[in-house]
């Protein structure tokens, strides 16, 4: 038995730990990655197989698409319960299963808002997210201990923008509905970063840890990455039709 001092068993701490926390890294990015595939791949290809399906009969294809809108709201929502609620329990295969199915319906979801925008826009929007993405990860990594002071000016930025809307009601004003969205949007970049900050904890304190833990990790990043997409889209496709 080899007996270490308390100097060297720091040390070979900090070695094991080092490829233990990048591993854990690299289990969350595999599943953010195999989510937003899937949902791109769903996204993309729904509106062909239903013309494919349906010999392009429109009526029938709009009917379709309809019940099958309406069934992955539900299940997103489900599905969102059990993601939460099973990964804390270590069962894998379900949390696996419910992660894919929740990234399959979200791809049904946003189908109709891809087709519109087209392969061109998408693609320039998932650019665009990717960095973002990379550098509020990288503020999020920084945060430390500053996590409080961010979360109080999301509330801030939050409250702002709602009693913003509220006035709007009454004003319909197309500039004030626009300094209200982009309140919004940058406390999703903040809570965003925060998430990254978060991340970065449970990866670095608990070595190895189980495929549900990374896809409750991975989930985390896919509902911030889908919705920064989405609000880069839109912004992008409406100075487009400018």
């Not at 809108?69 to 949390?95: C, D, E, G, P, Y």
């Not at 997210?129 to 990594?141: E, K, R």
């Not at 940058?186 to 990254?196: G, H, K, N, R, S």
């Amino acid at each position: 038995m080899e007996i270490y001092t308390e100097e060297e068993q720091v040390k070979l701490n900090n070695k094991t730990a080092i490829p233990s926390t990048a591993l854990n890294y690299g289990k969350i990015f595999l599943w953010f990655g195999i989510g937003i595939l899937i949902t791109g791949v769903v996204g993309f290809t729904l509106p062909y197989l239903l013309g494919a399906i349906f010999n392009g009969n429109g009526t029938k294809i709009n009917t379709a698409y309809s019940i099958m809108v309406i069934i992955s709201a539900i299940a997103t929502l489900v599905l969102m319960i059990l993601i939460h609620f099973n990964a804390f329990r270590q069962r894998s295969a379900l949390v696996v299963t419910c992660y894919s199915l929740y990234s399959i319906a979200f791809g049904i979801l946003m189908s109709s808002a891809l087709s519109f925008a087209g392969a061109e826009l998408s693609a320039y929007a998932f650019l665009i997210t990717g960095g973002i993405m990379l550098v509020v990860g990288i503020l999020g990594s920084l945060l430390g201990n500053r996590v409080k002071s961010v979360y109080m000016l999301i509330g801030a930025l939050v409250f702002g923008s709602l009693i913003i809307s509220l006035v709007n009601v009454f004003l319909f004003n197309e500039t004030i509905y626009w300094i209200a969205s982009f309140a919004i949007f940058a406390a999703v970049l903040l809570i965003t970063a925060v998430d990254f900050a978060n991340i970065k904890r449970i990866a670095q304190s608990y070595p190895n840890f189980d495929t549900g833990t990374a896809i409750i990790c991975a989930y985390t990043l896919y509902t911030d990455f889908i919705y920064i997409f989405l609000r880069v889209l839109m912004i992008l496709a409406a100075s487009k039709k400018d």
